[in-house]
């Protein structure tokens, strides 16, 4: 008997992006299915969205819908458990016609094997500024960084779903100080960075494998503001993570330069890394700043001081 593989959609105000996605979604899996290994169930997951995505998703009737709160990691909970894995996908990527297949194919022939995710790609830019054309080099290159531990969460199987809850975290909490910054007791935020180093710690690099015939597309920041949006998410979270469980540390690996791949690189791209190289100067600089602004200045932080938002623009 096939199996029904639950694909999850995690959505928070993707109104300008998720019609593309899920036009893409059922074209995958559609395709999957001609290949006759499983069959699958698409799920919406909405995470206490304000804007239209609701009604959106409305327009596609092979997708159900299903109500969230508390972040990302919450919005994956309410489906991680099904059965024999689940694939999660963000809601403002578009998938190739064969990934859907080739994830799960993975998954299958290798019941050992945690995690397996495609290999992504960024869309060219719209902007015509440097700082896009950067943001754009970086991401096409992959920082010219060698081997990979962490999978991408942009879309991905997962097979032992697994991220503790307010209640499991309260003995680690409370041996930490409450701090405005990193707002321990906000609980897990980041998807891809606390279950990358959780599959590493339990299954080692074996547990997770990316597939190489499988491509997703999405569109990387293209300004200062979205890229220190990003770098401040990732930061953050791999410094909270540090302190929450120390013991994971050892995951967080760096994944090494390859001077030798810059050095063959055409010289567009190496003036583009360099460029990128000083805007991320300057985004460690507004992180510490604000880490510092947030920790050390007594009273309430004034509401005119907030972490940057995303802002979703169409495919």
């Known amino acids: 008997m096939k199996p029904c593989i639950t694909l999850g959609i995690t959505a928070r105000n993707e109104e300008a992006c998720i019609a593309a996605t899920l036009t893409s979604v059922l074209l995958a899996v559609a395709y999957a299915q001609g290949k006759n290994i499983a069959t699958y169930e698409v799920v919406a997951i909405l995470d206490e969205c304000t804007d239209n995505t609701e009604a959106v998703v409305k327009n596609f009737p092979r997708v159900q819908i299903l109500q969230a ?44 094997l945690q995690v397996a995710y495609p290999t992504k790609r960024p869309l060219p830019p719209q902007r015509s500024s440097l700082m896009a054309a950067a943001l754009y080099c970086y991401n096409r290159v992959e920082g010219f960084q060698k081997a990979r531990r962490y999978f991408n969460g942009k879309l991905f199987a997962i097979r ?74 990732m930061r953050r979270e791999h410094e909270r993570l540090n302190l929450l469980f120390p013991e994971s540390v050892p995951a967080h690996q760096q994944r090494g330069y390859d001077w030798e791949a810059e050095r063959r690189a055409p010289w567009r791209d190496r003036l583009l890394w360099r460029i990128f190289r000083l805007a991320l100067g300057c985004c460690n600089l507004c992180y510490r700043l604000e880490k510092f602004y947030f920790q050390s200045l007594p009273g309430q932080p004034p509401e005119t001081w907030l972490p940057v938002t995303e802002t979703k623009k169409a495919l």
């Open 160 to 233: 032992d779903w697994q991220a503790p809850t307010l209640v499991e975290l309260k003995p680690r909490l409370l041996q930490l100080p409450r701090d405005r910054f990193y707002d321990f007791h906000a609980g897990l935020r980041v998807d891809d960075i606390w279950l990358s180093r959780d599959i590493l710690l339990r299954y080692g690099v074996e547990g997770i494998r990316e597939i190489p015939s499988a491509e997703i597309r999405y569109r990387p920041p293209e300004t200062f503001t979205g890229m220190y949006r990003m770098y401040l998410r």
């Open 69 to 112: 709160q508390g972040g990302l990691i919450e919005a994956q909970r309410s489906i991680a458990h099904r059965r024999p894995f689940v694939i999660f996908t963000d809601a403002d990527i578009l998938l190739g016609e064969n990934v859907i297949f080739e994830v799960t194919r993975a998954m299958l022939d290798d019941p050992q």
